[in-house]
């Protein structure tokens, strides 16, 4: 039975394969994306897609890569946009590209957000929330506060880990919890003044951030996965490689 399965749904994938090879609106490309850049990166991106090729079927997963990479492997992803990986097998291919830099918030009223620089002691003294990122990521905000953080496990048990970014917001909202988050996740709070951003003295992230596209070695890029790719590639050098 589990072989008859198995059989199946190589069946079921080789088709899928056949129309996104030979048609550019046909077979549904699935991607996998890391919350950090899906509103900020992806939308823009399938945005442009969409309005060039308004049959363009697709399915978007939101996960972290740890929760992805596996699927890249069994081609149930095509393509994983996000944040580089620790590890990269040497099935996967990548492109990399320069992200914009997290920004540290909290609301309006917190007791924070009037002053101009505050120490990461004063920070850690309430809810902190960040998402799912690899160690790398954690690593740096470890070095630049070693008197704080004794290790990335340490780091770890502080944050409240959120994939949702949503749930994320309304957090801000209603409690002093502080977020490490994307700029462009947040800005229409940002104008409107509901969240403030928090000038952390030595915040580790100044400058680009590195992510990926990644999708599986051996295995042609379908039309779509191409311009998609493509639409990607010029958003971060339009956009991201300014910050």
Known sequence: VESAKIIVAEIEQAGRDIHLMSNLEDGGLILGVDPNVCESLLAPALGRLMNSH???KFKVLTCSWSEVEDKLRKRVVDIYVGLKPEKLSKMILINEICLAPP???SNSNHPLSKKKLVEITDVNKFPLIGG???NWFLTKIVQNYPKIFISIENLKSVFLISQDLSLTRRLLHKTNAIAL???FTISNDLEKGT???I???NFPFTSSVPGVVAYLDGYPQSPSS???INEINNIVSHKYNKH
């Open 54 to 56: 308004p049959k363009l």
């Open 103 to 105: 920004i540290l918030v």
């Open 132 to 134: 799912d990122v690899p």
């Open 181 to 183: 988050l994307p700029k």
């Open 195 to 197: 969240l403030v951003r």
């Open 199 to 201: 000038d952390l003295k």
């Open 226 to 228: 191409n311009m998609l």
